[in-house]
């Protein structure tokens, strides 16, 4: 992208901005939709912005030019923002789930959306080789410098699952399969159970978080982009699509995922295994 498309791309988007904070989401979308023609791959997230104004479908899932630019500036203070500000624990509720159910220890972790290595550190007393996979290449020096994986990559889950062999061709199979904030950029579901079916061993486990849909208005039903541009699920969208792709659902928990500004965000948190 040469200097003037980045000067009129930040122009538009800035602009977008500024009216959608002030109310006008007419203006607010015309800028939005100028800033998407200029940037396809859709760095600013501008698609997941007019579908949470209401002003555009919910997309698939977030764009991945998007994601990774997000994580990438924001991973120094990564931690500090997810824990202590938004009170995100979900990587030690799922610790608590799997002891509560009884299941484990794991020889094979594959932590999808590993950010900086939360999940990993707390699954560690179950696990005992660890691979993580995330988009943001200065997320994943974070993980390394915490020394939990023994293996690490750069890419977006499902395409990580339906694409992934190792350097002799195999495709390698997991134990267990986490997802602890993943869905939240995902919209639809399938393609991510399909591949994670694909990738677990016989009887294996995919363990994984949800923001949860309350249909209430008539409009989607499935999922939803909500006001702070994260996806939110429908419990019977996410439960149908894990027995279609081969699942049996053996916890199902509401679960408080975060806070935003001081308010709870429920959403579930789900253990499910291969048949």
Sequence with gaps: MDKETEDALADAYNQGLALEKSGDLDGAERAYRRALALDPSDTGGVAIRLAAMGRGRSPDKMPDAYVATLFDQHADVFDDILVDRLGYCV???????????????????LDLGCGT???G???????????????????????FDRDIYDDLYLGEAVEFLRDFEEDDGTRPLWDLIAAT???PYLGTVGPFFEGAATRLAPGGWLAFSTESLVADDGLETSYRVGPKQRFAHAPCYVEAALTAAGFKIRSNEEITVRHEDGVPVPGHLMIAQKC
Excluded: K, N, Q, W
């Design 117 to 119: 290595g939360l999940t």
């Design 121 to 143: 550190t707390a699954l560690a007393d179950c696990t005992y080789h660890r691979t993580g996979v995330d988009l943001s290449e200065r997320i994943l020096e974070l993980a």
């Design 91 to 109: 990587p030690l509720l799922l610790h608590d789930t799997i002891r509560r159910l009884g299941i484990g220890p794991f020889e094979r972790l």
């Design 181 to 183: 904030d993943v869905f």
